[in-house]
């Protein structure tokens, strides 16, 4: 039975820095490209990076605009494990975090997780 749970959320100051966790159990990560999403309220949810293995190349990161250079995907395939590092966050972060296999956020691969939430306030 596949299962996404993530952690890490907090309330946290602008500029301040969260590690998001997301265990997969049911399936390998390492099988999957593995996407970090948000939604924030009356917002539709969005992917803001991904990690994946390619032959070669070993890993590929991407990661949306508004979150490049601040948010670092990685993973820890021995523990199925993917996480999301931020830091310089800003208001607009505010978001439920969610993590899934894939990148289209209208048709994940597998169910949602509870998701995460962050919370970025003075």
């Known amino acids: 039975q596949v299962q996404l749970v993530e952690s890490g959320g907090d309330l946290v100051q602008p500029g301040g820095s969260l590690r998001l966790s997301c265990v997969a159990s049911?399936?390998?990560?390492?099988?999957?490209?593995m996407g970090w999403y948000r939604q924030a309220p009356g917002k539709e949810r969005e992917v803001v990076a991904s990690?994946?293995?390619?032959?070669?190349?070993?890993?590929?990161?991407s990661y949306s605009d508004s979150v490049k250079g601040r948010f670092t995907i990685s993973r820890d395939s021995s523990k199925n494990v993917v996480y999301l590092e931020m830091n310089s966050l800003k208001p607009e972060d505010t978001a439920v975090y969610y993590c899934?296999?894939?990148?289209?956020?209208?048709?994940?691969?597998?169910?949602w997780g509870q998701g995460t939430q962050v919370t970025v306030s003075s």
């Open positions: 990690i994946f293995s390619l032959p070669v190349i070993d890993v590929s990161r």
């Open positions: 049911g399936f390998s990560i390492i099988n999957y490209r």
């Open positions: 899934n296999a894939g990148t289209n956020a209208r048709l994940p691969q597998f169910s």
